[in-house]
């Protein structure tokens, strides 16, 4: 079973510029996530997608924006870039199946894409 | 809200013993789950072990443990038997059961030394 993908791996913009992060979950999960990783801040939460509808979202101004298609691929869009936006960007999908108490919290990541920002 | 707390940012051990991570929470949700997340250098996380705050058992996974601490909101990993493949980032997180926003700390680097 193919892991979590997210293109591109690595991405270089400047200021001003936006962006579209790409994920695809694991098939059959429906819960997509996007944390931001910087050094000192660890993984701050964004937002969480499921059945194409955001279900939670994190601390973030708007130019953080994102969707999750019929498929549960899942797209993370920043707009107006800021140098302070340079970061890991990391997806997780889960499966949600209330048989299984554990399938709900266990997250499987991707690689993230690595955004710099100039 | 939840918040997860690692005042360790960065541990070093060496090969064959033993080192323990610090973790603590603070959440207001009745239940919860704690786990700690291993990020080797290719950046892609890792769930080392989990524990669910209703039971009072510590988890175990081979050479992973914790010591899991409800009325101090306290959450440590020990290693056992350090290897070299260890050596990582290792995140402590929280969920609550209302939703899928996981809650992280600041993450401690680990370098195992030969």
């Known amino acids: 079973k193919a892991g979590v993908t997210q293109t591109p791996r690595y991405l270089i913009k400047t200021r001003g510029q936006q962006v579209t992060l790409s994920c695809s979950p694991i098939s059959g999960h429906r819960s997509v996530s996007w944390y931001q990783q910087t050094p000192g801040q660890g993984l701050q939460f964004l937002f969480e997608?499921?059945?194409?509808?955001?279900?939670n979202k994190g601390n973030f101004p708007g130019r953080f924006s994102g969707r999750q298609f019929s498929n549960s691929r899942s797209e993370m869009n920043v707009s107006t870039l800021e140098l302070g936006d340079s970061a890991l960007y990391l997806c997780a999908s889960s499966r949600e199946d209330w048989t299984d108490p554990w399938a709900n919290e266990k997250l499987f990541f991707g690689s993230g894409t690595q955004l710099s920002v100039l | 809200a939840q918040t997860v707390t690692q005042s360790q940012p960065e541990m070093s051990v060496q090969e064959a013993e033993t080192v323990t991570l610090s973790c603590t929470y603070d959440t207001s949700e009745s239940d919860y789950y704690l786990f700690w997340y291993k990020q080797p250098p290719s950046r892609q996380m890792i769930l080392v072990i989990r524990q669910e705050a209703y039971k009072q058992q510590n988890a175990t996974e081979n050479r992973f443990s914790v010591n899991f601490q409800k009325a101090a909101k306290s959450f440590s990993l020990k290693i056992s038997d350090s290897q070299l493949g260890d050596a990582a980032m290792y995140f402590c997180?929280?969920?609550?059961?209302?939703?899928?926003?996981?809650?992280f700390g600041t993450g401690t680097s680990l370098t195992v030394i030969p």
């Open positions: 997180a929280s969920v609550g059961n209302t939703g899928n926003q996981f809650y």
């Open positions: 997608y499921f059945s194409e509808t955001q279900r």
